[in-house]
Structures are given as structure tokens and as C-alpha cells.
């Protein structure tokens, strides 16, 4: 996942008429970027009209690619549901990517994961896994908000 890319890619969005055919060149080819930022554009209905389902899509061939926000995504699409079919929602299938996303020290994904460990979301309750979790995400920068308090 190369950040500078994403937000390329994004800028053409808003600056540029032919910004579909673009990310959909880049997309055909394989990048997991385009088709990341092209399949949230779609779900969204940045470039309209909206289509979440091929939306989706594309955030699964850029998961299935190793995009780690795209499996990240694509994990709290399944663990909320949002604007899909009341089947795609599935804490089991959230917390299978968002495991994934362990080894690449993904901090959102350890943070949603502890959460769905320490309220038993998916899986059994499990407070030390939880805590390892959060252990692991607050090694990689995470601070949690409660330490926020008065500042």
C-alpha cells in the first residue's frame, strides 16, 4: 500500500473528468491501489452513480492483492453491514481479515480486533488475546483515548 499513491489517485478523482478510465486502466493491470481507491469511489458514489456491489468487488480483488486498507475496509463492510445485503454481514468473516492484517502491524485493524476479542464478536471472549492486541497496536503508535483525557 503506497499512501502517496492512494492520495494521487484520489486527487484525480476530484480534479479530473476522466478519472474512472484512469483508475480503471491502473485497476485492470492489477494495482491494488487504483483498484482501492476506485472501489471505495464506486461504493461511495464519488463517481456516480453509486455501485456498491462492484464496489466491493474491486476492494476484494485489492484485499485479496495484500492492500492492507482495502482488507481492513472491506473487514468493517462485513462487521457492520453497510448499505449491503443483511447476509454479508458477518462478524466471523470481519475478524478473518482483519487477522491478516496482524503481521502487518496494521493499528485499526488490532484496535477493531482487540474490541471484537475482549466483547466475544466472531469468536470466543478472549481478554488476553484483547490485550495482547492492544498491546501490539499501542507498540505501533496507537494511544488510547481514555489517555487523552484533558489534553
Known amino acids: 500500500m503506497n499512501l502517496d499513491r492512494i ?3 484520489e486527487d484525480i478523482i476530484e480534479l ?3 478519472a474512472e478510465s ?5 485497476a485492470e493491470v492489477g494495482d491494488s491501489d487504483a483498484l ?3 472501489g471505495i469511489a464506486y461504493y461511495d458514489g464519488d463517481l456516480p452513480p453509486r455501485r456498491t456491489d462492484e464496489g466491493v468487488k474491486l476492494l476484494k480483488k485489492a484485499s485479496d492483492l495484500g ?3 482495502a482488507r481492513h475496509d472491506l473487514a468493517c463492510f462485513h462487521y457492520y ?3 449491503l445485503p443483511a447476509e454479508f454481514q458477518s462478524y466471523e468473516k ?3 481479515l482483519f487477522e491478516l492484517n496482524i503481521n502487518e502491524n496494521y493499528v485499526p485493524s488490532l484496535v477493531f480486533l482487540s474490541s471484537m476479542y475482549q466483547k466475544g464478536e466472531g469468536v470466543e471472549v478472549d481478554t488476553k488475546k484483547a490485550a495482547k492486541l492492544l498491546k501490539l497496536a499501542m507498540d ?3 494511544v488510547p483515548e481514555s489517555t487523552l483525557q484533558g489534553h
Do not use: C, P
Open 81 to 83: 453491514g453497510f448499505n
Open 67 to 69: 492492500h492492507i486498507k
Open 16 to 18: 479530473d473528468d476522466s
Open 140 to 142: 505501533n503508535g496507537y
Open 94 to 96: 470481519a475478524v478473518e
Open 36 to 38: 482501492y481507491v476506485l
Open 22 to 26: 484512469k483508475l480503471v486502466d491502473l
Open 7 to 9: 492520495e494521487k489517485y
